[in-house]
C-alpha cells in the first residue's frame, strides 16, 4: 500500500509533509477527501480526533501534520531535511515547535475567517496580527545573516515555517504590515520559489491589500488609520447600519441574571413548536429521500406529496455583500462555514446554498431553505451569519413558478437562474 494523506485541498498543514515529500523523492497519495466523514469510526482509527492530514503507513496511521512531516523528513537521510548533525535536528525541532506556538496559532486567528473557517472576531484577529508580528521579529532578528533556518540550505524548518507563513502572505500581509520584515520575506521568497515548493504550493504572490472576511473593512495603517476611519465611517455606514440593525433584530440582548438565579435550560422554540403544534412532516424522512435519490425530478415529487405548508416555510435567501467576493475557494468556504454554523437547527431546517457566477466577474450567493415554522428567525438566532442574507418567504399554496425555482435551487448542478453553478453546499 502506499502512503495516503488524508487532508482538505489546500490545507497548509499538509503542504510542509508534501513539500518534505517532494525533497524526499516520496510518493504520497492524497485521495479525496470531499465526502469523507472525519467522525466515522473508521476515519476515528486513523486519526482520534477526526484531524487532518493524517497518514496511512503499511503499518498504521501517523497523526499531527509535524508528526508526518518529520515521519516523511526521516525517510531519506542524503538529503538532510533534519540537519546535518543531531546537534541541528535538535535546531530544527526547535522551529517546528515554535512554529507551531508562535506562528501557526495566530495566523490561523487572522487567516481562517478570511475564508471563511472561523467566524469573525475584531478583537481576537487584532490580537493575532500582533502575536504573529512578535514571532516574525524573532524570525528577522534569527535571518539577520542567514539564509536559511538552520544550517546552508532546506531543512524541514524552513518547510513547516513556509508552509505556515503561505496564506498569511498570500491574503492578508500587506505591504505596510511586511515593511518590518524584510529578512524574512528575502528567506520566505527564496525558499517558495523553490521547484520542491512550487509543485505543491504552485506560485505566491504576496498581498496587495489585506483580505478580510467579506462585510468586514480592513484595519488601516497606524497613521492613516484616524483619517481612514473617518472616512470609513461615513462611506460604511449604511452598511454597518443595516448589520447592527440586522443583528438588533435578530437577538436582542437579554438582561443578564442576578447571580443567584436558579439555572433555568430553556427549551427550544422549535421543540416547543413540534410539541403544541405537531407536523405530519418528517424532516428526517425527506432528508434520507433527497439524500438516496436518483432522480431529482421524482424526489421533488414527493417533497411537494410531503410538504406541510401549515407547519413549514420555504425561503430564498440572498447574500447582501455579493460585491466582496473575491476568490471562489474563499466564497465556497464562508458558504461552508455558514452552514456548518446553522448545526444546531438541523432538526428543523433544511437548505441547500449555491454560489453562482463566475470567478473574477461575479460570485453570487444564494439559496433555497425549509424551516420549521413561519420565520427565519430561529434560524438567525443560530447563525449570526444568516443576517448577511436578505430573506424571502415563498407564498402558500406555492405557485408553478416557486416550485420550479426551489427545484432549481435544491437538484440543478449545472445554472441556476441563468448562471453557471461553481460549488453547492447541502445543509442537511
Ligand atoms: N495540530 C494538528 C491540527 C490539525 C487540525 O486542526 N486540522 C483541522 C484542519 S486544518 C481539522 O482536521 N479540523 C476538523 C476537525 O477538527 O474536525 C495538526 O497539526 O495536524
Not at 11 to 28: H, M, P, S, T
Request: hydrophobic fraction near 40%.
Amino acid at each position: 500500500m502506499a502512503l495516503k494523506l488524508w487532508t482538505q485541498q489546500g490545507n497548509f498543514r499538509a503542504f510542509k509533509v508534501l513539500i518534505a515529500a517532494e525533497y524526499n523523492g516520496v510518493d504520497i497519495e492524497v485521495p479525496d477527501f470531499s465526502a469523507v466523514d472525519n467522525k466515522s469510526p473508521e476515519f476515528l482509527a486513523k486519526s482520534p480526533l477526526g484531524r487532518v492530514p493524517v497518514l496511512e503507513t503499511p503499518s498504521g496511521s501517523i497523526f499531527e501534520s509535524n508528526a508526518i512531516a518529520r515521519y516523511v523528513a526521516r525517510m531519506r537521510r542524503d538529503t538532510e531535511l533534519c540537519g546535518v548533525s543531531f546537534f541541528e535536528s535538535g535546531q530544527v525541532d526547535s522551529w517546528v515547535d515554535f512554529c507551531a506556538h508562535e506562528l501557526e496559532l495566530p495566523a490561523t486567528v487572522w487567516v481562517y475567517p478570511v475564508i471563511g473557517y472561523m467566524p469573525h472576531n475584531a478583537a481576537a484577529v487584532a490580537k493575532a496580527k500582533a502575536d504573529l508580528a512578535r514571532g516574525l521579529e524573532t524570525l528577522e532578528k534569527h535571518l539577520l545573516d542567514k539564509t536559511y533556518l538552520v544550517g546552508d540550505k532546506v531543512t524541514l524548518a524552513d518547510i513547516v515555517v513556509v508552509s505556515a507563513l503561505v496564506y498569511p502572505v498570500k491574503l492578508v500581509m500587506d505591504a505596510e504590515y511586511r515593511k518590518a520584515f524584510p529578512c524574512v520575506m528575502r528567506w520566505f521568497t527564496t525558499c517558495v520559489n523553490q521547484p520542491q515548493f512550487v509543485a505543491v504550493v504552485g506560485k505566491v504572490e504576496p498581498a496587495k491589500e489585506e483580505l478580510t472576511p467579506a462585510g468586514v473593512a480592513a484595519a488601516p495603517a497606524k497613521k492613516e488609520a484616524k483619517k481612514e476611519a473617518k472616512k470609513e465611517k461615513k462611506a460604511e455606514a449604511p452598511k454597518k447600519e443595516a448589520k447592527k440593525e440586522a443583528k438588533k433584530q435578530a437577538a436582542p440582548a437579554p438582561a443578564a441574571p442576578p447571580a443567584d438565579a436558579p439555572v433555568k435550560k430553556e427549551v427550544h422554540p422549535y421543540a416547543v413548536l413540534d410539541k403544541e403544534k405537531p407536523s405530519p412532516f418528517i424532516n428526517d424522512a425527506w432528508k434520507k429521500i433527497y439524500s438516496n435519490t436518483s432522480d431529482y425530478n421524482d424526489c421533488m415529487k414527493q417533497f411537494w406529496e410531503l410538504f406541510d405548508a401549515e407547519g413549514w416555510s420555504l425561503w430564498i435567501c440572498r447574500y447582501k455583500y455579493n460585491a466582496e467576493n473575491k476568490k471562489a475557494f474563499m466564497v465556497s468556504n464562508l458558504v461552508s462555514g455558514f452552514v456548518q454554523r446553522s448545526g444546531e437547527i438541523r432538526k428543523w431546517a433544511f437548505g441547500v446554498m449555491q454560489i453562482t457566477g463566475e470567478e473574477g466577474k461575479e460570485l453570487i450567493v444564494s439559496g433555497a431553505w425549509l424551516l420549521r415554522g413561519d420565520t427565519v428567525q430561529h434560524l438567525k438566532d443560530a447563525n449570526d451569519d444568516a443576517n448577511w442574507y436578505d430573506w424571502e418567504k415563498i407564498a402558500t399554496p406555492v405557485s408553478d413558478a416557486d416550485k420550479a425555482l426551489i427545484q432549481e435551487f435544491w437538484c440543478s448542478e449545472t445554472t441556476l437562474e441563468g448562471r453557471p453553478i461553481i460549488d453547492c453546499k447541502v445543509f442537511k
